[in-house]
């Protein structure tokens, strides 16, 4: 699978670049605002990446 959406994402375990996305929302239980959330599963291991912020992930302008 080749994409250009995610152009460097490896995962740190298995080194696979087959990610399934999801959106998720992190809420406030520390007092902070909620904040939305990426989440990249990797399709072969399963491991989680978390996002804050996508736009700072994969924007790079
Ligand atoms: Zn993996």
């Known amino acids: 699978m080749t ?3 995610f152009p460097v994402l490896r995962c740190p375990l298995c080194k ?3 990610f399934q996305q999801e ?3 992190l809420d406030s239980r520390w ?3 909620s904040h939305r959330m990426t989440l990249l599963i990797c399709k072969n291991c399963r491991y ?4 804050y912020d996508k736009n700072s992930i994969f924007d790079f302008d």
């Not at 989680?48 to 996002?51: A, D, E, K, Q, R």
């Open 3 to 5: 994409t250009s959406e």
């Open 16 to 18: 696979g670049n087959d």
């Open 48 to 51: 989680i990446l978390h996002f």
């Open 31 to 33: 007092g902070f605002t």
């Open 23 to 25: 959106l998720g929302r």
